[in-house]
């Protein structure tokens, strides 16, 4: 236990241990999410073969740089786990919410009547307008003024 | 008191978490918008500026840093360091919605707009509905990100003035933290909306 609590940069009665070491924390912090931001710009430049290698570079670092800022400037590492365990509980619905949600698109064949003889053509489907009385009719083409 | 503050912090995080869930129906929406339109959304990415986006993700981590050096100075009796990273807080604020009222004037010039009020001309596949859709998830993202500026540079003009009435110590520092968790929390939703919006091509 004494150990856990010189990590803590509390003492039980609330105060600070070493409020310029928790400084250099944040500074620290602040230059990696800078450097981070200038690698993912740069990468973002780069252009691969495969076009998913792009995203998942940017996202990762997105992650990377959001677990910083949750861990750091949120203090969720000094924190009650149950904070901690909230915030993930939200990350893991969300990531929950997402996958299945990409598994369903990306699995599905593309959508044709089950009893479907001949290929789909691509004609224009008729034209059809409303007469006065509110009956469908085929639109035709006004005639021609006689000359 | 040790047990309030305590309390009062899982209800802030709760309050967190609905927030990620919030942005994050829109991230799936945006997500799968993109699987339908791969070819519009890749153009339509095209017309934002990168580096208006950089500009304005290194504004808000600064941002981000001056919140966490205020509620320190907050933890360490520290009353006129707190006002001043307040301030400093919302002048980065301003300055974020500055370049954000920039990007959307150029935007609203050129026609780029979401919905039925798309008039850009000029698009490699004309008629498609893609690029309206990219719009309008452009807008309501960004647009739902910048209500929670506003509403955070309200937060802070107020604990800034409470600051400098000296209502908080080292004893009593909770409104200034629980905003701050609100202010990193509108850092992180931008943290993916940046490479989301303006990196991925």
């Known amino acids: ?147 | 008191m040790e047990q309030q503050f305590d309390t009062v912090k899982i209800g802030m995080w709760l309050f967190l978490a609905t927030e990620v869930l919030l942005f994050g129906g829109l991230f799936v929406g945006f997500g799968l918008m993109q699987q339908r339109y791969p070819r519009e959304f890749v153009e339509a990415h095209e017309y934002l500026q990168r580096s208006l986006g950089a500009l304005n993700t290194t504004v808000l981590l600064f941002s981000s840093w001056t919140m966490v050096m205020g509620v320190l100075a907050a933890k360490t009796n520290n009353k006129k360091r707190l006002v001043f990273f307040l301030i400093l807080t919302i002048i980065c604020a301003f300055i974020f919605l500055g370049v954000k009222y920039f990007e959307y004037s150029h935007k609203y010039e050129e026609g780029l707009l979401p919905g039925h009020f798309y008039s850009h001309k000029g698009d490699s596949i004309p008629g498609s509905h893609g690029y309206a859709t990219f719009f309008s998830f452009y807008f309501m993202m960004t647009g739902l990100h910048g209500i929670h500026i506003l509403v955070g540079i309200g937060l802070l003009a107020w604990i800034a003035i409470r600051a400098n009435r000296g209502e908080f110590s080292e004893a009593y520092y909770t409104p200034v933290d629980l905003v701050g968790l609100y202010w990193h929390l509108v850092d992180l939703i931008w943290i993916y909306l940046f490479p989301l919006y303006y990196l991925i091509s």
């Open chain 1, 1 to 147: 236990m004494s150990t856990q609590i010189e990590e803590v940069p509390f003492d039980e009665s609330g105060h600070l241990h070493d409020p310029k070491g928790e400084a250099r924390v944040y500074l620290k912090t602040l230059i990696a999410l800078l450097i981070l931001t200038a690698i993912t710009v740069a990468a973002a430049g780069i252009h691969f073969e495969n076009g998913a290698i792009n995203i998942v570079i940017a996202l990762t670092i997105a992650s990377i740089k959001a677990t910083l800022v949750v861990l750091f400037f949120m203090h969720i590492r000094h924190d009650r786990p149950i904070n901690g365990l909230i915030a993930a509980a939200g990350f893991l619905f969300l990531g929950i919410f997402l996958m299945f949600s990409f598994i369903d698109v990306t699995s599905r064949d593309p959508l044709q009547p089950v009893n479907l003889k001949a290929p789909v053509t691509n004609a224009p489907a008729p034209v059809t307008t409303l007469d006065s009385s509110g009956n469908a009719v085929p639109a035709t083409p006004a005639p021609a003024p006689a000359p």
